[in-house]
């Protein structure tokens, strides 16, 4: 089992949809969650960080969960421009992050 | 905007040539990164480090290797490069708090 696992997608949305990404991690001593976007032959973007109660940021949403070990990124009203690929990240105690495969998105006019 | 870059952006280089990668961050991070992504794939880690001094190898088995002399470089070095080393090279360093921040890439293609 990969220690970070991300549903490949695409996921395809027409604009103004809610859309929600779902992200395990085996490693129950993970203790830092992150989002990064990446667009097509770009570098990742650092989108948010993740934090126990929840956190939000404009249209994105970031929720953990502990006890079932996943991190979710939800996006309100989908723009055109936040079709990307949505990489989630999760650091334990040692300074390696660990990233996903990755989940991709594409919103449609 | 994160202030870590990296030269050249692009380069094709025939086979058996020696290449040097540079990384230069002014955030004064400790750690830094190289990873290896090929387009559409997942993201590599190759190398990365603690601090000046301090080099590692990370989960990609890589024929390149790494120097850490000053905080706020880390270049990586091909001896001699391979068509099987074209790929996207991507350096990252981090924050205390743990957040990374990427470079624009390398965009290597050995012929």
């Known amino acids: 089992r990969k220690e970070v696992e991300q549903d490949p997608g695409p996921f395809n949305v027409p604009e103004g949809a809610t859309v929600a990404f779902n992200c395990t991690y085996s490693n129950s001593a993970s203790q830092s969650f992150f989002w990064y976007r990446q667009d097509c032959r770009k570098e990742p973007k650092l989108l948010m960080s993740v934090y126990s109660s929840g956190n939000e940021d404009g249209r994105f949403t970031a929720q953990l969960n502990r006890a079932s070990q996943y991190i979710s990124l939800l996006i309100r009203d989908s723009k055109l421009s936040d079709s990307a690929t949505y990489l989630c990240v999760v650091k334990g105690g040692s300074y390696i992050p660990t990233f996903g495969r990755g989940t991709s998105l594409i919103v449609h006019p | 905007e994160a202030d870590i870059y990296q030269t050249p952006r692009y380069l094709v280089i025939g086979t058996g040539k020696k290449i040097t990668l540079e990384c230069s961050q002014t955030?004064?991070?400790?750690?830094m990164y190289w990873y290896q992504q090929d387009p559409g794939m997942e993201l590599h880690l190759i190398h990365y480090?603690?601090?000046?001094?301090?080099?590692e190898k990370g989960d990609l088995s890589s024929e390149s290797t790494v120097s850490r002399i000053r905080t706020e470089h880390f270049p990586l070095t091909l001896e001699s490069a391979r068509p099987s080393h074209t790929s996207q090279y991507l350096c990252?360093?981090?924050?205390?708090?743990?957040?990374?921040?990427f470079g624009p890439g390398t965009r290597l293609t050995v012929t």
């Open positions: 955030m004064g991070h400790d750690k």
């Open positions: 990252a360093s981090s924050a205390r708090t743990g957040e990374q921040y």
């Open positions: 480090s603690y601090g000046v001094n301090s080099t």
